[in-house]
């Protein structure tokens, strides 16, 4: 995935504006603003850096003239102490983005970070690992990004590019139904979501148990997502796919941890999705030094 930096600047320059507001009231009293200096933007801890272009580009919303010079490259990774970034320029400029462009890298590097391990763990059973959509509000499109950059796939964007029937749709349905007496059956649902979607959209739907599974796998959906599921259950479905000799991709979601990941991705499954990749991370710690 390639940052589109029209669509990164927006949130760049919201963050911005959080930040500085009406101007750094600190800065402004005690540094001459012409005073130019060297700074270096310091990993107080191991991890996958993510987020070096968006800093450069905050880093220029602020002062154009302010050099930033990279390191390293988004994806490598960098053990504690190692100095990710040069900057040479205004310090009082310096000083107003050092914030912004710390917390972005933190925070990416941190879904990087997490997402290498779940990546490297699953890697000797050919299982993608997968985002989701628990994402912060406005920010998704930064945190895909740093899932990718960690290694993992991303899962859609949003509700418009991808179908996927979830429990609640088929228990919206069912109660549609219910007042002429009539059953939900999930291969139908599938087939309904493909003939009013565009030609070659993805049909993804969710199942719970064996009997669901087998009852949406008649509808050839491109992708079921076993949710929630026991190893032994996923294992069960996998030998359903392989009998019927249908191409449908499963997926697995839900209780995926560290921990647990080597029994899910031994099932024969295709990928497995994490929201926790995304919504319950733990920023990388960095520091900007002026020099």
């Known amino acids: 995935m390639q940052l589109d ?4 600047l927006p949130i760049i320059k919201a963050a911005l504006k959080e930040d500085i507001g009406k101007g750094d009231i600190t800065t402004t009293a005690l540094v001459d603003k012409f005073l130019s ?31 930033f010079k990279p390191n390293c490259n ?28 710390l917390n972005f890298i933190g925070f990416l590097s941190g879904i990087s970070t997490k997402t290498k391990a779940f990546v490297d763990k ?17 920010l998704r499109y930064l945190e895909k990004y740093a899932v990718s950059v960690g290694g ?4 859609r964007m949003g509700l418009y590019d991808q179908a996927l029937i979830k429990d609640n749709h088929i228990k919206a349905i ?22 009013k979607n565009i030609r070659g959209t993805v049909i993804e739907i969710e199942v719970t148990d064996t009997a669901e599974f087998q009852d949406a796998l008649q509808g050839k959906p491109d992708i079921i997502m076993l949710d929630n599921m026991t190893p032994k259950l996923v294992k069960a479905c996998v030998e359903i796919r392989r009998m019927s000799k249908t191409k449908a991709m499963l997926e ?7 921990d647990n990941i080597d029994q899910y991705a031994d099932t024969g499954v295709d990928m497995i999705s994490i929201g926790a990749l995304t919504h319950s991370v733990k920023s990388i710690d960095l520091s900007l030094e002026i020099v």
């Open 152 to 155: 993992g796939a991303n899962h």
């Open 37 to 67: 200096s060297r700074a270096t933007m310091i990993a107080k801890e191991d991890c996958v850096v993510c987020g070096l272009k968006i800093a450069e580009w905050a880093m220029a919303q602020v002062d154009y003239s302010v050099r």
């Open 252 to 258: 697995v979601s839900g209780g995926i941890t560290i």
């Open 122 to 138: 699953a890697k000797p059973y050919g299982v993608k690992i997968m985002d989701t959509r628990k994402t912060y509000p406005l």
């Open 174 to 195: 069912s109660c549609q139904l219910s007042a002429i007496s009539k059953k939900t059956s999930l291969k139908d649902l599938v087939e309904t979501a493909r003939k």
């Open 5 to 8: 930096r029209d669509r990164v």
């Open 74 to 101: 988004d994806g490598d990774f960098v053990g504690k102490d190692k100095e990710l970034a040069f900057l040479e320029g205004r310090v009082s400029s310096i000083l107003r983005a050092e914030r912004t462009m």
